[in-house]
């Protein structure tokens, strides 16, 4: 199994302006994922990372909002830019491999309050 | 459309009691993967047990244990000898061929569980 985990923790951050959130797996991964849990509700996914190249965007969510990096096979960052309250949520980074079909771990997650 | 559902918002159950949480889910795959997280109020996401399509038998782990019905696509997660520590959110998800889908996952709306002394 992959341990995760995740910086900051929680934030409270004012409108307008931009967080970027950590992800580090102990082990080499495939895959890594994130997601979004907003208040009450179910998780969501954001896109995946992709290493070296530009992240897969589900529908609702833009790059210009949500960039995404992943430079190696542990590591990836989730920037929330131009931030307002509707984005305070949960962040959850995901990973995984590909081979490991029955296995996909998650972060601690961020939680995120925009005022 | 939902592809996984999960019909029960909240449940109780009695402390050392079993408690079923229903789930189903709805791919016209052949290959895909159910899993069960468990999310208690701190907001972490704990991995519980994972059914395969074609695994020929229900998965077990520790105390849960997976009511697995292809015919009728569902997925129910049975904790057995509840504990207080039990009390969390509960999501099931499902990831579909990853060749059609990729590896991402869908996850239900959850259901909330108490468990209570």
């Known amino acids: 199994s992959a341990v995760i985990s995740q910086k900051p923790s929680r934030d409270i951050c004012q409108r307008g302006t931009s967080l970027t959130i950590q992800c580090q797996v102990d082990?080499?991964?495939?895959?890594m994922f994130w997601y979004r849990q907003q208040p009450g509700q179910s998780l969501t996914l954001i896109a995946t990372a992709n290493q070296g190249s530009e992240a897969t965007y589900e529908s609702g969510f833009v790059i210009d909002k949500f960039p995404i990096s992943r430079p190696n096979l542990t590591f990836s960052t989730l920037t929330v830019s131009n931030m307002s309250p509707e984005d305070s949520s949960i962040y959850l980074c995901?990973?995984?491999?590909?081979?490991?079909?029955?296995?996909?771990?998650f972060g601690p997650g961020t939680r995120l309050t925009v005022l | 459309a939902q592809k996984i559902t999960q019909t029960q918002p909240g449940m109780f159950v009695q402390e050392k009691e079993a408690v079923t949480l229903d789930c189903t889910y709805d791919t016209s795959d052949p290959s895909y993967g159910l899993f069960w997280y468990k999310q208690p109020s701190s907001g972490e996401m704990i991995f519980l047990i994972y059914q395969g399509s074609y695994d020929q038998q229900n998965a077990t782990e520790g105390r849960y244990s997976l009511n697995f019905q292809k015919a009728r696509k569902s997925a129910n997660l049975v904790i057995s000898a509840s504990q207080l520590g039990d009390s969390a959110m509960y999501f099931c998800?499902?990831?579909?061929?990853?060749?059609?889908?990729?590896?991402?996952?869908?996850f239900g709306k959850g259901t909330s569980l108490l468990v209570t002394p």
């Open positions: 995901s990973a995984g491999v590909a081979e490991g079909l029955d296995e996909q771990f």
């Open positions: 998800a499902m990831r579909e061929d990853p060749s059609n889908s990729g590896y991402a996952l869908n």
């Open positions: 082990s080499q991964v495939t895959m």
